[in-house]
């Protein structure tokens, strides 16, 4: 080990040394943030309002597939209606924890003691 340490100079060993550049107040390293017109609020419902949409989208598919698998049973594979099924069953599941873990935080900030 000594033979490598020695042999190495100063200029030839780079460390994880990064200078900072702090003119913002917001740390953002000279980058402009994107100004918006919309309230975060607004955002985040938007987002949310597209989410219910997927998911709802989802559902619709998946019962659209197995009506056309009972009328035209040849038409669509039974892998593609299980899986569509399926895919719907998971969002729905996942969308209804979603809401009831925000409704019992709610309650919970609400009885904040």
């Known amino acids: ?13 780079k460390g994880d040394i990064i200078p900072l550049k702090t003119s913002d107040l ?14 975060p609020a607004e955002n985040f419902a938007k987002v949310l309002t597209r ?5 709802n989208d ?3 598919y998946a019962e659209n ?9 040849g038409s ?9 099924a399926e895919k719907a069953r998971m969002s ?3 969308t209804k924890t979603l809401a009831d873990m925000a409704v019992k935080t709610y309650r919970e900030l609400v009885n904040l003691r």
Do not use: C
Not at 1 to 13: A, N, P, R
Not at 76 to 84: C, G, N, P, T, Y
């Open 92 to 94: 729905l599941t996942y």
């Open 58 to 60: 989802q559902q619709v």
């Open 65 to 73: 597939l197995s009506h056309q698998a009972v009328a035209d049973p």
């Open 26 to 39: 917001k740390h953002y390293n000279g980058i402009k943030s994107a100004k918006t017109s919309e309230s």
């Open 51 to 55: 989410a219910l949409q997927q998911v």
């Open 76 to 84: 669509v594979s039974v892998h593609s209606v299980l899986i569509a």
């Open 1 to 13: 080990m000594d033979i490598i340490s020695k042999s190495l100079t100063q200029s030839m060993v």
